[in-house]
């Protein structure tokens, strides 16, 4: 046979995910996935051809038979270790200057994210650090968030504007995210979030007039000319910030400029935003610890992604959103680390364990929801997610003869990750 691109063999255990091309996995369907163990002395193999895809899983000898000849870019011997689908990070704010350290302190102490917004921090603080950065200075902070991502396990993941809350520094922050998706070895889903907060001295009105009227057309035209590549529209749609009504506006603004809805809805107070999303047909919903019943079941009905954040609620100390519930009633729940300045966490294998002790997440559920499911809130679900033949070959190889120590080992990933593949490509190696 003609060259492949890369053969692990050996392994102890591979685990699917999927069992046969599911788009998401709800309810019964995600505490049980996809594995394939090692017989015996017969390991377990994976073939990615050249094209980047995923061409064979089946064990050693059945892999060896087919491809004995077969000369490959690269073999990885995965004696005792355990292969999973690359995990994606389905919500993150990653381009921003200025850490917010010193805010720490004052939710320690009892400030709540809305005391800390009123004080002058928050959002807005990091606003005039980042309008005041230079695209380089911006790329360089990036770069070393999403290289550090990828060192934990992430191959995909969602990135945000929305520290700018202007068109001029919008749109650095997208030609930013831009940049890293050309020369990174990770792959971007690209959010447009400049309805993020109201900008100092502008109203709610003004600034979803600003959005939809001077933002969203410069971006359009940055589009059309090809200087971006932009996936999503968010809004935060919360009290105080932008209202149901604003967020319809902008969100249908969104949509009518070819962009896929995945916004912030009922973090802080309810807002019936799962409702609203559901309505309109939202690829994903984020937060959601105010959810409704009723928006429970909209979003199951309409198959909406519930995107839920395991460190906001851990560091602002907010009720858990009703993950189980969600579950059990037939909602697609995803996983995000909210990488931003308020929740600096980088780490998707950190931000399942959170979910697993804090939501109350069965450690299966939370890897459907790292992969399959997170790969569904962003759209790429036909591609992503799973270890199944067609599928991009995006990889995590353990040190560990059971996918499950990348959950219960609380740190120390830097000693359990030995590989992180990216369609057939070793991105990063331990060894």
Not at 190 to 209: K, L, N
Not at 228 to 242: H, P, R, Y
Request: net charge negative; hydrophobic share 40%.
């Amino acid at each position: 046979m003609s060259g492949g691109k890369l053969l692990v063999r050996g392994a102890r255990q591979a685990v699917l995910v999927c069992r046969a091309g599911e788009r998401a996995l709800r309810g019964e369907d995600m505490k049980t996935l996809a594995s394939l163990e090692q017989d015996g002395d017969n390991g377990v193999s994976l073939v990615v051809g050249s094209n980047g895809l995923i061409e064979a899983v089946g064990h050693d000898a059945d892999i060896q038979e087919k491809y004995g000849s077969t000369k490959f870019d690269r073999v990885i011997d995965a004696a005792g270790m355990s292969v999973l689908p690359g995990l994606i990070d389905g919500h993150t704010h990653p381009v921003w200057a200025g850490d917010r350290v010193h805010e720490f302190a004052m939710k320690l102490a009892g400030a709540t994210y809305m005391e800390v917004h009123k004080a002058g921090g928050g959002i807005n603080f990091t606003v005039e650090h980042t309008r005041s950065a230079s695209e380089d200075e911006l790329y360089t902070l990036f770069r070393d968030r999403l290289l550090r991502m990828v060192r934990a396990g992430t191959t995909l993941v969602e990135c945000k504007s929305g520290y700018g809350l202007e068109v001029d520094t919008e749109m650095k922050m997208l030609k930013v995210i831009q940049r890293a998706k050309r020369e990174l070895p990770i792959e971007i889903s690209s959010t447009f979030c400049g309805a993020h907060s109201v900008p100092r001295g502008s109203t709610m009105e003004q600034a979803t007039d600003d959005v939809i009227n001077v933002q969203l057309p410069r971006l359009r035209d940055l589009v059309k000319s090809g200087d971006l590549e932009v996936d999503n529209i968010d809004v935060f749609c919360e009290k105080g910030v932008f209202d149901v009504e604003s967020t319809r506006r902008i969100l249908q603004a969104g949509v009518d400029a070819g962009l896929a809805i995945n916004f912030h809805g009922d973090e802080l107070h309810p807002m019936n935003s799962a409702e609203l999303g559901a309505e309109l047909k939202a690829r994903a919903i984020s937060h959601l610890e105010e959810i409704s019943d009723a928006g429970i079941k909209a979003m199951a009905d309409s198959g909406s992604v519930a995107v839920i954040l395991p460190t906001t609620a851990y560091i602002l100390r907010l009720t858990p959103p009703p993950a189980r519930k969600m579950i059990d009633s037939g909602v697609v729940v995803a996983l995000g680390s909210d990488f931003n300045p308020n929740a600096f966490c980088l780490s998707m294998p950190m931000t399942m364990h959170l979910a697993c002790v804090n939501f109350r997440m069965s450690m299966n559920e939370a890897l459907a929801a790292a992969t399959i499911n997170a790969a569904a809130s962003v759209g790429r679900a036909e591609t992503h997610g799973s270890l199944e033949v067609g599928k991009v070959g995006d990889l995590v190889i353990i040190d560990a003869p059971r996918w499950e120590h990348l959950i219960y080992q609380l740190a120390g990933h830097d000693h359990l990750i030995k590989y992180v593949v990216k369609k057939g490509e070793v991105i990063h190696s331990a060894t």
